[in-house]
């Protein structure tokens, strides 16, 4: 017996809110395609075609090619909501294949390291906007193409989630947590706490490099590169940009660290109002998860990009870090799901834990 005979809608809403949000899109793709505008992807994104593997997709193909593709994750999302038994329990793996490549395809492949950085960006572009700096058109930065990648990575997570749930559900595992009754060991406490404090050190230690690597620069001190390209950094004012993307990425590397720490658990004493009190599971996990995918799916285009290895043989120190990408999303992803299974508890809908 499955604990979506206690909670049959409950269990089914992820599955039900992916399906509305992929086939909204789907229908978009393919206006799209009939109307040959719209794709901004590809060879249509603008100043960035050459990170991200859909510059591959000829531009005409691109958006039949995702009609098809988020319309049949949508019907396969509608058919994880309904009842097991039957034509969707047999087909399983199938499903669980399809779903998991297009969730994969969706938050990781299409999303490239533009999303990055603006998630990086961000905090310095929202204060600067009231005076001014930095000088940018806003309309170009927050543009359709952007809207469009983030798109996608919400969808992809929604599909995730809508994979995980109906993945658990036809296991007999519990939806809500995914523990049966064989659950422990890597997955308990204990064994989280072991493996996870590994994975936080990983996933700090890469932004602190980055990080690193920006403040030198900003120091005057070309490390890695050559003088002329610093002085070209300094005169362009991008050295200052890195310097502040370098700062949000060190708070990052130090809020990781409150995965394995106490004041990751309990409020510090210096945060008034909320000294003392426990951090919500969430508050910790969600932020974690999505710089995690964001940096995976920067890392997919970087690395995936003969311009960015034609440009590291000239800047080192600019490239290395980056080079470590990889290690740095799936270590924050792990950290942070280690932080989760450490902290979850007992289950308030099967009661384990």
Known sequence: MTTDAVHPLTSRWPARLAAGWLGLWGVLALLATITGAGYPLGANNP????????????????????????????????????PTAGAAGRCRMPLLSFGWAVAFVLAVVVPDAWVLVILGYAPILLIGAPFGWPPVDYADVFSWALFVKVAAMVGGLLLGGAVLTWQRRTAGACVACGRDDGDGGWTGPAGAARWGRWAAYLAAAVPAFYALTRFVWAAGIPLGISEGMLADLRDSGAVWGGAGLGAFAMVGAILTLGLVQQWGERFPRWMVGLAGRRVPVRLAVVPAAVVAVSVTAASVGYLSSPSFWALSGEMIMGAGPILFFPVWGVALGAAAYAYHLRRRGACGRCGRG
């Open 47 to 82: 100043g960035g075609s050459g990170t991200t593997l859909l510059r591959l997709i000829p531009v005409r193909l691109g958006p039949p090619l995702f009609a098809v593709l988020l319309l049949a994750a949508a019907v396969a999302a509608l058919v994880m909501s309904r």
